[in-house]
T-cell receptor
Framework: RKEVEQDPGPFNVPEGATVAFNCTYS??????FFWYRQDCRKEPKLLMSVYSSGNEDGRFTAQLNRASQYISLLIRDSKLSDSATYLCVVRRTNAGKSTFGDGTTLTVKP | DVKVTQSSRYLVKRTGEKVFLECVQD?????MFWYRQDPGLGLRLIYF???????EKGDIPEGYSVSREKKERFSLILESASTNQTSMYLCASSPSTSYEQYFGPGTRLTVT
């Protein structure tokens, strides 16, 4: 079983839709969580960190459920420019490295 | 603005050749990483480094080595390239105070 698992999609949604992605992690020692965005043929870039209390940045909301070991990303009022692959990233406190999920592909259509 | 640069965007090498991939960051970050990204397999960590002359194996170090002689530069070496090392290679850096990683544009390596 992979340490970080995401539904690969693709998710195809119309503009203005609300879409949610989940990501599950297997190691309960995981302490830090992030969502990265990767555009086609580009490098990944940090979208947002995920805090225990949940956090919001404009149309994006990230939540963490430690009991069930998953994190989620909610995108409201989808824009064409939101089309990208969204990578879930998990880091254990005592590990020097982060583990990336394989990514979920989102396509927003007019 | 953080900048991570990689020496080549595209590279074609023959089986058995020694290959050097260079990565340079300009933000005085302590941590540097090398990943490869393949369809269906996501990003996998090859090696990382916390400091000059220091290196740690990632998840898939076999067939690779690294060098960090200066803080800003982290090199990935394929001692004898093989076709299964054809991939997109991404370098990243991060400060010790944050887990946010800044990625370079990537090098698409093809081994024939």
């Amino acid at each position: 079983r992979k340490e970080v698992e995401q539904d690969p999609g693709p998710f195809n949604v119309p503009e203005g839709a609300t879409v949610a992605f989940n990501c599950t992690y297997s190691n309960s020692a995981s302490q830090s969580f992030f969502w990265y965005r990767q555009d086609c043929r580009k490098e990944p870039k940090l979208l947002m960190s995920v805090y225990s209390s949940g956090n919001e940045d404009g149309r994006f909301t990230a939540q963490l459920n430690r009991a069930s070991q998953y994190i989620s990303l909610l995108i409201r009022d989808s824009k064409l420019s939101d089309s990208a692959t969204y990578l879930c990233v998990v880091r254990r406190t005592n590990a020097g490295k982060s583990t990336f999920g394989d990514g979920t592909t989102l396509t927003v259509k007019p | 603005d953080v900048k991570v640069t990689q020496s080549s965007r595209y590279l074609v090498k023959r089986t058995g050749e020694k290959v050097f991939l260079e990565c340079v960051q300009d933000m005085d970050h302590e941590n540097m990483f090398w990943y490869r990204q393949d369809p269906g397999l996501g990003l996998r960590l090859i090696y990382f480094s916390y400091d000059v002359k220091m290196k740690e194996k990632g998840d898939i170090p076999e067939g690779y080595s690294v060098s960090r002689e200066k803080k800003e530069r982290f090199s990935l070496i394929l001692e004898s390239a093989s076709t299964n090392q054809t991939s997109m290679y991404l370098c990243a850096s991060s400060p010790s105070t944050s887990y946010e990683q800044y990625f370079g544009p990537g090098t698409r390596l093809t081994v024939t």
